[in-house]
């Protein structure tokens, strides 16, 4: 059974950072794509930032420059490093991975607070 762990997650002050990590169980086979999504209360789940298998990136407007995904040296992990945080990042975040045969796999989440 494929699973995705997220970890990294807390409370931080605005203008604070937090590093997300993301990490398989599993899967033998590598991911076309990981990525990051969050989901505020009362809000539907919205992309942060993915990641191809070849290094390409791709952000929300809402967090260019402010956040960093990257994978690790093991393919199937995936971080997401998150700076100057504010009271509107607050929502659970969770890791995605998207495989060459276009099944997806999802985290159970991990809730970032940021406070004001």
């Known amino acids: 059974q494929v699973q995705l762990v997220e970890s990294g997650g807390g409370l931080v002050q605005a203008g604070g950072s937090l590093n997300l990590s993301c990490a398989t169980s599993?899967?033998?086979?590598?991911?076309?794509?990981m990525g990051w999504y969050r989901q505020a209360p009362g809000k539907p789940r919205g992309l942060v930032a993915t990641i191809t298998r070849a290094g390409t990136t791709h952000y929300a407007d809402s967090v260019k420059g402010r956040f960093t995904i990257s994978r690790g040296n093991a393919q199937n992990t995936v971080f997401l490093q998150m700076n100057s945080l504010q009271p509107d990042d607050t929502a659970v975040y969770y890791c995605?991975?998207?495989?060459?045969?276009?099944?997806?796999?999802w985290g159970k989440g991990t809730l970032v607070t940021v406070s004001s």
């Open positions: 599993g899967n033998s086979f590598p991911y076309k794509t």
């Open positions: 995605y991975g998207l495989t060459f045969s276009w099944t997806d796999y």
